[in-house]
């Protein structure tokens, strides 16, 4: 996949909002079961093994869709999405992670997470 502009980031991570927000949803699914299929776990609601199983394969069905884009999905628990993308010629990832209510961060590729710097209005 190719490089996202920021306003094309910003578009795909609006559309991509249900399919992040269902990967939540299905992500305290899948931890709830594991919890009570341990040892002296705690029963849910939820079912058991299968459903277990179940959330599994639609947690990975979602992840793919996500990294079909061509955005990369870097954690479950929280989310976080780069986009790969280039500011002033140096390639860098726009960055957003879970809680957060837009696509306002990038870090150079080469640092991570711990390099992450507020968009600009000039990089947009």
């Not at 079909?68 to 140096?90: C, M, S, Y």
Request: hydrophobic letters at 45%.
């Amino acid at each position: 996949m190719g490089l996202f502009t920021v306003a094309e980031a910003r578009q795909e991570l609006a559309r991509l909002m249900p399919v992040l927000d269902e990967i939540v949803a299905v992500r305290a699914d899948m931890v709830e079961l594991s919890a009570a299929l341990t040892a002296g776990g705690r029963p849910t609601p939820l079912g058991g093994l299968p459903e277990r199983k179940a959330a599994e394969a639609r947690l990975n069905e979602l992840m793919t869709e996500v990294q079909q884009t061509g955005a990369e999905l870097k954690g479950v628990a929280p989310l976080l999405i780069d986009f790969p993308a280039d500011i002033d010629d140096v390639p860098v990832l726009l960055c957003w992670l879970e809680g957060e209510t837009a696509l306002d961060w990038y870090h150079r590729a080469d640092l991570g997470f711990a390099g992450r710097r507020r968009l600009l209005p000039e990089h947009e």
